[in-house]
Each structure stands twice: as C-alpha cells, then as structure tokens.
C-alpha cells in the first residue's frame, strides 16, 4: 500500500516538473520571438531611415535673431552683406592664448572705461524704462510727483544709486518740470550716459571697426 503511494506521488511530482518545464521553454521562447521581432522592426527603420544634419532649435533661434537677420527683415533693400559691425576707439590683437585683447595697457584701461559707461547707460535706459511706465499708468495721470514717491513707486533693487543721485539733483534744478513729469528728467539721464560714453569713444582720433561674429559675438581679426 505504501509503495503504491510513494509510486502517485512520484508520478505527479513528475508531471508538476515536466508542466513547470514546459512553461518555462514555451516562456523562453516567446521572449526570444519577441526580441527577435523587435530587432527586426529596428533593422527595418533603420534600413530606411535617413540621417539628416540641421541645426539645434537655440542655434537656429540665435542666428534667427542676429543684427544681419533683423535688419534684412525689417528694413526694404537692405545689402545682402554682414551687418553686425562694431567701432572701437582701440585695436584688438591676440594673446599668447590666442584670446582677443586690446594692444596696450592704455587701451586696455580704455575699455574697461568703455565697459564701465556702458553699463551706467543700460541702467539709466532701464531706469527711465521704469519711470516711463509710472508716468503713463492712466492712473497716476495728472500727479504731481515728489523724488520719494517716484522712488518708492519704482521699488529699484540695488546698483542704481549714480542714478539716483542723477535724478535728485537734476530734479533740483528743474522742479517744476519733474513734478510735471519726471521722464523728462529720466531722458536728460540717459543722455548725459550717452554724452559720457561718446566722449570716451572719441577721445582717441583713431578708431578701429571690426566684424562681429554674429553667433559667438566676438569681433573678428
């Protein structure tokens, strides 16, 4: 009796491996089927896949943007020639790096001059920028202003105190004017900027223009 239990079991844990078995090979081969299909289909596009070179989306965005491009899009008959030029009151030659710098320390102090002028008439075009959009809010129409209140409306963050400075003492002498309209003030700004910076440009008789390489901004020698 207990041999013909042991015999049962036997067979049944025989039939459990060779089921087990049979669905592990049938499990295998349908991977197999599957990375086969697979690696066909990639075969196929590839087969037929052609590789086209075109630029990135920020390159194409950048070039879109350049002087050359603006100007051709903006302006009727204008030459079909590189348009992104730069003057310059000093020349640039190439170091031992190969880095562009200018000639001599004295240009060397000029540009930094230059940088330096620049930068104050960016801030005061943004600083007129600012009062501009106060004046015109057709809510503070007909208001008279006082420097305090233009400077507290404005809420400017840090860097523009030669600004400042500008507008308290121009404001001195034109008071009626700004409280009027303080832009008026605001331009006199930006072009006391633009005189500083023009005179640092024309110091210097002679001056050199370059070619601007339009997608890394840098003159070319």
């Not at 697979?38 to 596009?45: I, R, S, T």
């Not at 879109?64 to 310059?88: C, E, H, K, Q, W």
């Not at 001059?113 to 600083?127: D, N």
């Not at 121009?170 to 331009?187: G, H, K, Q, S, W």
């Amino acid at each position: 009796m207990n041999s013909e239990l042991e015999s049962e079991e036997r067979i049944q844990s025989t039939k459990q491996i060779v089921e087990h078995q049979t669905q592990e090979s049938l499990s295998f081969i349908r991977s197999v089927e599957e990375r086969n299909t697979k690696q066909a289909a990639g075969e196929w596009v590839t087969n037929r896949s052609k590789n086209l070179q075109c630029w990135s989306l920020n390159f194409s965005i950048r070039m879109y943007l350049t002087p050359s491009t603006l100007l051709r899009n903006g302006f009727i008959g204008a030459p079909d020639i590189p348009l992104s030029l730069v003057l310059l009151p000093y020349k640039f030659s190439r170091n031992k790096s190969g880095k562009l710098t200018p000639s001599t320390k004295n240009d060397v102090e000029r540009a930094e001059r230059m940088g330096v002028e620049l930068l104050e008439l960016v801030k005061a075009c943004q600083f007129a920028c600012r009062i501009e959009s106060l004046v015109e809010d057709p809510d503070q129409f007909d208001k008279s202003w006082t420097i305090s209140e233009l400077l507290r409306a404005m809420d400017l963050e840090e860097g523009f105190d030669e600004c400042i400075n500008l507008l308290t003492k121009l404001a001195a002498t034109e008071v009626e004017r700004f409280r009027d309209n303080p832009l008026y003030i605001a331009r006199l700004i930006v072009q006391r900027r633009i005189k500083h910076l023009s005179e640092e440009i024309t110091s210097k008789r002679k001056s050199y223009l370059y070619l601007v390489d339009e997608f890394t901004g840098i003159p070319v020698l």
